[in-house]
């Protein structure tokens, strides 16, 4: 059984930062490609950034370009999501998801990673950035 278990969360005033850890279990950890999403209230969950199985592919949602950095530690199972100038609408839980899987959208595959499928997923981290 896989388990991936977020932390880093909590409160931080606008313009700060932030920084996010995922362990994922078991030793295909170097195989993973992996993401970090968010979903606040009321709103559907989205991909905020995902990174391949060697880190040579990242994507990023528009809204965190230039702020946010993903990378990964294949040698401690790790991957984080380092989060600088935050803006209140960062506010949101965050989840990590490992072992994500090409999906077909519309009769073609995904090219955004953070499109895929993700089999594992941990139970989330509260980032509340107040203004």
């Known amino acids: 059984q896989v388990q991936v278990v977020e932390s880093g969360g909590g409160l931080v005033q606008a313009g700060g930062s932030l920084r996010l850890s995922c362990t994922v279990s078991g030793s295909a950890f170097d195989t993973y490609v992996l993401g970090w999403f968010r979903q606040a209230p009321g709103k559907e969950r989205e991909g905020v950034s995902c990174?391949?199985?060697?880190?040579?592919?990242?994507s990023y949602a528009d809204s965190v370009k230039g702020r946010f950095t993903i990378s990964r530690d294949n040698a401690k199972n790790t991957v984080y999501l380092q989060m600088n100038s935050l803006k209140s609408e960062d506010t949101a839980t965050y989840y990590c998801?490992?072992?994500?899987?090409?999906?077909?959208?519309?009769?073609?595959?995904?090219?955004?990673?953070?499109?895929?499928?993700?089999?594992?997923w941990g139970q989330g981290t509260q980032v509340t950035v107040s203004s």
């Open positions: 998801a490992a072992d994500g899987i090409p999906k077909e959208i519309g009769g073609s595959w995904s090219l955004d990673i953070c499109q895929y499928d993700y089999n594992y």
């Open positions: 990174i391949s199985w060697s880190g040579a592919t990242t």
